[in-house]
C-alpha cells in the first residue's frame, strides 16, 4: 500500500478504473434484503467477500443442503445453510436513521468514512 501511495502522481487515488466499484457493506452491518424470496427482510451481515462483492447474511437465503451419512448407521440430514448474495441484492440499513440507505464517503484525513445518503450520519 505504501509503495503504491509513493507512486500515484499527487492528488489521485491509487485505485485502478477497472475496481470503480467498491463494496461498502461489511461484516455485522444490518442490511435489507431487495430480492430473492427474502426480500424485504433484515439481517445481520456474517461473512463479507470483498474480492466477489458478495455478502452472508443471517438467517436469509437459506438453503437446505442434503448432507448424506458420514458414518454406517448415523441418518443423512438436511441442513439448513445461509448462502452467500451479491451485494447488489441488499441494502445497508442506517445506524442513525434506520432506513434502508445507499452509502456516501466522505474522507476525514486519511481515513475514509461511510454516511448516509438520507440523514448524513456516520455509518
Ligand atoms: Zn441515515
Known amino acids: 500500500m505504501l509503495a503504491a501511495n509513493a507512486a500515484a502522481p499527487k492528488g489521485t ?3 485502478s478504473p477497472a475496481s470503480e466499484f467498491i463494496m461498502n457493506i461489511k461484516k455485522n452491518d444490518n442490511v435489507k434484503m431487495l430480492s430473492g424470496k427474502d426480500r424485504g427482510k433484515t439481517g445481520k451481515v456474517l461473512f463479507a467477500f ?3 462483492d458478495k ?3 443471517e438467517g436469509l437465503n437459506k438453503v437446505a443442503r442434503h448432507q448424506r451419512p458420514k458414518k454406517q448407521g ?3 440430514q438436511i441442513v439448513r445453510k ?3 448474495i451479491n451485494v447488489s441484492g441488499v441494502m ?3 445506524k442513525s436513521c434506520g432506513k434502508p440507505t445507499r452509502i456516501g464517503q466522505k474522507v476525514a484525513g486519511d481515513k475514509k468514512i461511510r454516511v448516509c445518503k438520507k440523514c448524513g450520519a456516520d455509518n
Open 50 to 52: 470483498p474480492d466477489e
Open 74 to 76: 448415523q441418518k443423512g
Open 92 to 94: 445497508l440499513l442506517c
Open 13 to 15: 487515488l491509487p485505485i
Open 55 to 57: 455478502v452472508v447474511v
Open 82 to 84: 445461509e448462502r452467500a
